[in-house]
């Protein structure tokens, strides 16, 4: 990033949906939530509400000109309610006034009937009732069958994860502006610009190509903005449309923790066995998905919790089967890791409970069973430039596992009341779209006859820095400064048919978008240079501004090449298309080569637990990260350390709680806890692997967005040792978060 970026952040000048003005004759919506989370909507009676000044409309089901329809996967779920209520906090009607506040006052005064019934909430109960969202699935490896009696030692049980609430400094946001002949501008704040587009449309009943949706920037996202932005910026247009007036709606934080999904919760089985040297020889799993009241992106989720079943780890005979349990909360959707953290967090537990009780440390078996070069994956995927091993032992050696392992015992020695455990934590995350083919991207690129370039694609920039990443390798590209290029908004209008920008592919799929748009412009302006130069283009190059020869400058420089090439009448425009090559995966067999690469790496983590007051610190946590050859350190340094934070928050600190009436009790942020400076370790070190380019993606970088959360699971491991430490013999529980309150409920116990 330039500095005056930064400065430009800094200073508060930043745009966010919320912020952007110049609407003539805005309106404002709000949104009435079911008050439970199953029943049916008896009556609504909004006569008062209309009446309220300042009140322009109340919508419901019945003003919808489309489809009442926005489910991306199955077609599952209403825009609002439709008679059924199906989970608390589900749109059932949508005020609209001339101010945010007068829309609010508006929902307090609309007459609802609803009769209550019994929800369902427990994803294990769900399955048994047979509500499901798809048919179970099952990835399937070897044979575990025939590997049980050959296993030396088996363990078996249960491990539980909770959600998590994404808090996006930035609430779900969007404005609609009616244009013209029925078409419509949607600005929102959406990791999906074509997804919200395709809803959009859906519900208003026009083609795609009368709703453009923009999005500038995201005040984050973590996935909570890959399907979860729809709703709202459908909302919004409805009410556009309806009312032919622009119309932004943006949640209120309690309002967005209420209504919105957050991370899956899991409660899953497992069976593990080894062999006397404590080598893996089968894992059986089985994963209980709680979905929540409709798909949302939870069959692509599960699917991924099956691709990482076995996490870094060499398993020859494996059966992985998830069930995706249809309940009464919230759709739960995308979060940083899309149900691979489930699964790992499992695998951990069933090695942590063999470590012990083979006498081992859990890091011996870790180690014992790395994935190497050629290990053929759950998915019939052959493991390629396997950096696992060298992960792991350069963060056993690099953080000398020895001596913290001779700290914590000299601490535990010496401390009654205090003890200190640690963890490792591998991981390997396979880097595509589970979806093949949302593994492609677009991009345009221009030249202006002044030389400054407007590059467009579908990523969306939510502080993950992918604009930057972009300008790199898009001035690389054409041989120009940096600081001519601008990384436009992200609009369906001129990169179409996006992918969200998930699944830690946004540099990977539009950075490559854009470095082909580059090279052909490139190609252009060097047929340009070679004419008016009299050289043939393939001695020449353009590099820094200038058109060089053989490294010598030739006097022909960046500006006056791009008139030069206008004056010609040559485009100096470029649209491009990428698709990751080489990648299927087939769902009959479950078999196939689902990821273009894996990313990998190793944390330490050490914790220390406050016996008498139960209180948890994670003191440090140190890890060997594979960047690749990374496109900016600075940025995949800061997306490995908030990956750590974020991690260990899901595994320590961040309850949902429910009601037994299926309602969030947690939804603020005094009952809801995050990491915050001092929950956060104080010693975050992330060590880049060197010398490691990836030959798979953009300028040999590699993916960095998702992995480093799977480090934060060590946290949970590190804590179990530390208890461990107080009360050997005791069973340990495998229920995340295990916060203070459930440390010391065990302790005393
Ligand atoms: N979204 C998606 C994702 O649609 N497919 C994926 O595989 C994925 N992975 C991570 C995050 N979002
Ligand atoms: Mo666009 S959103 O009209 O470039």
Redesign the pocket.
């Known amino acids: 990033m330039k500095q005056n970026d930064i400065f430009f952040h800094g200073r508060g000048e930043t745009l966010y949906v919320d912020d952007l003005g110049g609407f003539a004759g805005l309106l404002h919506a709000a949104v009435l939530p079911s008050p439970v989370a199953r029943g049916r909507l008896l009556r609504l009676d909004a006569s008062a509400a209309r009446r309220l000044p300042g009140v322009v409309a109340v919508l419901t089901a019945a003003d919808i000109p489309g489809e009442n329809q926005i489910g991306g996967i199955l077609l599952d779920e209403p825009l609002l309610a439709d008679g059924e209520l199906h989970f608390a906090g589900q749109p059932v009607a949508l005020a609209v006034a001339e101010t945010p506040r007068q829309a609010r006052q508006a929902l307090a005064a609309v007459r609802l009937e609803v009769e209550e019934l019994e929800p369902l909430l427990d994803p294990r109960q769900a399955a048994a009732r047979g509500s499901l969202i798809a048919p179970p699935r099952t990835f399937a490896l070897g044979d575990v069958e025939a590997a049980w009696p050959l296993c030396a030692h088996v363990v078996s049980g249960r491990a539980e994860t909770g959600g998590q609430e994404h808090l996006y400094l930035e609430t779900q946001a969007a404005v609609a502006v009616p244009g013209e002949k029925d078409t419509l501008r949607v600005i929102s704040a959406t990791q999906s610009p074509s997804g919200v587009q395709r809803i959009v449309a859906r519900v208003l009943g026009v083609p795609m190509s009368q709703v453009a949706v923009e999005v500038y920037r995201l005040g984050g996202a973590f996935?909570g903005k890959?399907d979860q932005a729809t709703a709202w910026a459908a909302l919004a247009a409805l009410a556009a449309r309806a009312l032919r007036r622009p119309v932004k709606l943006a949640l209120e934080r309690r309002e967005d923790m209420r209504c919105t999904g957050k991370r899956h919760p899991y409660s899953s089985d497992f069976r593990l066995g080894l062999d006397a040297e404590g080598r893996i020889l089968a894992y059986e799993v089985t994963f209980y998905q709680n979905a929540g009241a409709a798909a949302d992106?939870s069959t692509?989720i599960l699917e991924?919790t099956l691709f990482h079943a076995g996490n870094s780890y060499r398993i020859p005979n494996l059966r992985a089967t998830g069930y995706s349990c249809r309940t009464n909360l919230p759709p739960f959707t995308?979060f940083r890791g899309?149900g691979a953290p489930q699964a790992m967090f499992v695998l951990e537990a069933a090695l942590f409970l063999a470590a012990e009780k083979m006498g081992l440390e859990p890091a011996e078996l870790q180690r014992r069973n790395l994935l190497h070069e050629g290990d053929e994956l759950p998915y019939g995927q052959k493991l390629a430039n396997s950096r696992a091993a060298r992960c792991f032992d350069q963060a056993v050696s690099a953080f000398d596992l020895e001596a913290a392992r001779e700290r914590v015992r000299a601490y535990n020695a010496a401390n009654a009341l205090s003890k200190k455990g640690l963890a490792l934590m591998p991981v390997c995350f396979g880097i595509s779209?589970?979806?093949t083919h949302?593994n492609q991207a677009g991009a345009l690129v221009h030249v202006y006859t002044d030389g400054s370039v407007s590059v467009s694609t579908g990523a969306v920039e939510m502080g993950q820095g992918v604009n930057g990443k972009i300008q790199l390798a898009a001035a690389r590209t054409l041989g120009t400064a940096s600081r001519r290029l601008r990384i436009e908004s992200t609009c369906t209008q001129r990169v179409a048919n996006t992918s969200?920008t998930?699944?830690?592919t946004g540099a990977d799929l539009n950075g490559r978008a854009a470095e082909l748009a580059c090279r052909e412009i490139r190609a252009r302006l060097l047929q340009v240079a070679a004419a008016r130069l009299g050289i043939p283009a393939g001695e020449l190059d353009i590099r820094a501004d200038a058109v060089l020869r053989a490294g010598q400058k030739t006097g022909l420089g960046w500006e006056e090449l791009v008139q030069a090439a206008y004056m010609a009448r040559v485009n100096l425009s470029a649209q491009a298309h990428y698709a990751t090559p080489g990648i299927r995966f087939d769902r009959a067999s479950e078999k196939g080569e689902p990821f273009a690469y894996h990313v990998f790496g190793t944390a330490l983590v050490e914790a220390t637990i406050d016996g008498l007051r139960g209180v948890a610190d994670v003191d440090a946590v140190r890890a060997v990260h594979d960047a690749g050859a990374s496109l900016s350190p600075l940025v995949d340094r800061g997306q490995a350390e908030g990956g750590i934070v974020q991690g260990i928050g899901w595994v320590t600190l961040e309850e949902l709680l429910y009601s037994d009436k299926g309602k969030l009790l947690t939804d603020t942020l005094s009952t809801y806890k995050v990491p915050d400076i001092r929950t956060a370790p104080a010693t975050i070190e992330v060590r880049f692997l060197k010398d490691a380019p990836n030959p798979a993606a953009l300028l040999g970088s590699k993916a960095v967005g998702?992995p480093p959360f799977m480090y934060g699971i060590g946290a949970y491991f590190a804590l179990l040792a530390a208890l461990r430490a107080f009360r050997p013999g005791k069973p340990l529980p495998f229920s995340a978060p295990l916060t203070n309150e459930k440390i010391l409920a065990w302790l005393s116990e």
């Open positions: 996935g890959e992106l692509a991924r995308a899309f779209f589970t979806s949302l969200p998930a699944a830690s998702e």
